[in-house]
């Protein structure tokens, strides 16, 4: 069963627009969603994470949303770079416990 | 600084071998997961180790997989009799409690495993 699902499987944007990667997940335990970005050929690198007491958290040009009461997260990615082009992960976590949604490839066209 | 290392980056065997994937996570970091990433997949939890407790081995798929790891060193992933459905990148991540981040877990390369 999977904890945590991602949508969409792939996007495209152009550059300058908007990216946003939507995460849900079921367990109310979860306490830590981080999102990941993983370049071919490389490990995940993490992005940016939140805690559930709050509801928004902005680093740069990205933002995660949280919706505690929908058990909803997402990535929005503001001036979308070329070099933004990689596949995104989300996370949620309880302890030492992770569950990766299936990730999104985003490809931003110049 | 040294990041998580991992050996080899590419590994290709015929099916019924075994093989050995080595991990060196950051020095100090006392926790340390094994992921595998199929194509196009997202991560699946394999294995985690903490300190010297008892090692969570609740992802492991099968009894054909095992891990090791010695004190907070290095830990090395095995897969006996490979299976062509093993096919897949191996991912190693260390983490400290310590970390500003809850847990952040910082990633290897990987292992890129192909079963003929």
């Known amino acids: 069963q999977q904890q945590v699902k991602q949508s969409p499987q792939s996007l495209i944007v152009q550059k300058g627009g908007i990216s946003i990667i939507n995460c849900a997940y079921e367990?109310?335990?979860?306490?830590?969603f981080p999102w990941y970005q993983q370049f071919p050929g490389k490990g995940p690198a993490l992005l940016i994470a939140?805690?559930?007491?709050?509801s928004e958290k902005k680093e740069g040009r990205f933002t995660i949303s949280f919706n505690k009461s929908a058990k909803q997260f997402s990535l929005h990615i503001m001036d979308s770079q070329p070099g933004d082009s990689a596949t995104y992960f989300c996370?949620?976590?309880?302890?030492?416990?992770?569950?990766f949604g299936t990730g999104t490839s985003l490809t931003v066209i110049p | 600084g040294a990041g998580v290392s991992q050996s080899p980056s590419n590994k290709v065997t015929e099916k019924g071998k075994d093989v050995e994937l080595r991990c060196d996570p950051i020095?100090?970091?006392?926790?340390l997961y094994w992921y595998r990433q199929r194509l196009g997949q997202g991560l699946e939890f394999l294995i985690y180790?903490?300190?010297?407790?008892?090692?969570?081995k609740s992802g492991l798929p099968s009894d054909r997989f095992s891990a090791e790891r010695t004190g907070e060193s290095v830990s090395t992933l095995t897969i006996q009799r490979t299976q062509q459905e093993d096919s897949a990148v191996y991912l190693c991540a260390s983490s400290t409690p310590l970390a500003s981040f809850h847990n952040e877990q910082f990633f290897g390369p990987g292992t890129r495993l192909t079963v003929l």
């Open positions: 020095s100090g970091h006392t926790a």
């Open positions: 367990n109310t335990a979860f306490d830590y």
């Open positions: 996370a949620a976590s309880t302890g030492n416990q992770f569950y």
């Open positions: 939140i805690r559930p007491d709050v």
């Open positions: 180790f903490q300190g010297n407790s008892a090692p969570d």
